[in-house]
Structures are given as C-alpha cells and as structure tokens.
C-alpha cells in the first residue's frame, strides 16, 4: 500500500542553524500539507501546498519557514534560523484531489533543536 | 474559536475490556468529523470517517458515533488489545480543508 515517508526520522541542530525537513508524498497525490506537534500538545498546521504554490498557511508559518516542491516527488520544509521553540514532530501529509479529502499522514520527522 | 476538546486525556484499560473516548467540537463550517490513531513516535492512521448525516461507524473494534446537533462524538473499543495502545485523535474537518486536531486520548490498555 502506497504511503507518505519522511526523512530524517530524528534531527538534531543547533539554534540558529537551518534544517530541511523532507518527504515523499504518496505519488498521485496532488495536495501537500505539513504539520507539527509539540511534545504534549495538539498537532498544529502549518500549511498546504497545491500546484507548486502554498495555497495555505497559519500563523506558526512565519518567514522564517518555507515549502518547495524541487522535483516531481520530494515536498521539502525548510527552517531558516532553528529556534529552541521550533523542537517538534514535524508530519508531511498528502491527499488526492477526489474522495473524502482524507491526508495520509508521514510518520514525522523529530526535530531537537538545542 | 474552532475548538476540538476529548476527555479523558488518559486512561488505562485492563486487555479484553471496553472502553470509550470522547470528542466534543465547536468547529464550523463542519465538514466531517475523523478519528485517527496515533502510535507513539508515528504518524496518525485514519480509524473512521463520519459525515454529518452519519451517526454511527464501524472499523473492525472501533465504532464511532457522531450527534451533529449536540456536536459530539465517541470512539468505542471493544474487547482491548495489546496493540490498542496509543493516542486516539479526534480531527473535526471544515472550511476550506482545514482540520481542527484535539489533543488526543492516551489509551494504556495493561495485561
């Protein structure tokens, strides 16, 4: 069965550096979201992605974050200027353009920001 | 405010009993209204899927219910397994595809 994946499954970096957070969405999927989760709390959206453009995005996507589609299969989310407060879950989601809406979810990257 | 609240945070279960999680919401527009299971360290896995004419769904042990007009729904386990250990999310969907996450009921269920 088709599924979404994410690399890396755990990052570490140092405040101030920048990361890029990646995922392979399932491959007819035409809708791409990122979330996050902070440890103990509830998963937050952070932004959708259709046609090579987000389409959109809360109030946590702020400018230090930004989204790109580089190739046909890769939906990257890249930090700029990693802060303590950006430790977290990080989940890719993906969806088709028909059906129920349903977002398959990626198994998350952990993100250790110190 | 699109509120999704469940009670109770956390419970544990003895294996082989029921048990029931609860999901009250203040989303709208509504959509649908989805329970995913979340294991630990993994991403959310979609259990059931309700509209607002539906009142009641099945997958396996899991049913879900859904009273659109009180705004709440349930999530039942029958007969508990092991593997049932998890976080079960409840996730109102509405608007523009936007999804509303509650913070989730930490099932233990114990030998």
């Known amino acids: 069965e088709p599924e979404v994946t994410q690399t890396p499954s755990h990052q570490v970096t140092q405040m101030g550096q920048e990361v890029i957070l990646r995922c392979v969405p399932i491959s007819n999927h035409l809708y791409f979201y990122w979330y996050r989760q902070i440890l103990g709390q509830k998963v937050e959206f952070l932004v959708s992605f259709y046609n090579n453009e987000i389409s959109e995005k809360s109030e946590i996507f702020d400018d230090q974050f930004s989204v790109e589609r580089p190739d046909g299969s890769n939906f990257t989310l890249k930090i700029r200027s990693t802060k303590l407060e950006d430790s977290a879950m990080y989940f890719c989601?993906?969806?088709?353009?028909?059906?129920?809406?349903?977002?398959?979810f990626g198994p998350g990257t952990r993100l250790t920001v110190t | 405010k699109n509120q999704v609240e469940q009670s109770p945070q956390s419970l544990i279960i003895l294996e082989g009993k029921n048990c029931t999680l609860q999901?009250?919401?203040?989303?709208?527009?509504?959509?649908?209204l989805r329970w995913y299971k979340q294991d630990t360290g993994r991403g959310p896995v979609s259990l059931t899927i309700m509209t607002f004419s539906e009142n009641t769904k099945s997958n396996g042990r899991y049913t879900a219910t859904l009273d659109a007009d009180t705004k709440q729904s349930s999530l039942h386990i029958t007969a508990s397994q092991l593997s049932d250990s998890a976080s079960y999310i409840c996730?109102?969907?509405?608007?523009?595809?936007?999804?509303?996450f509650g913070k989730g009921n930490q099932v233990v269920v114990i030998p």
């Open positions: 999901c009250n919401y203040t989303v709208s527009p509504f959509s649908n």
């Open positions: 989601a993906s969806r088709s353009s028909g059906g129920n809406y349903e977002q398959y």
């Open positions: 996730v109102v969907h509405y608007g523009n595809n936007r999804l509303a």
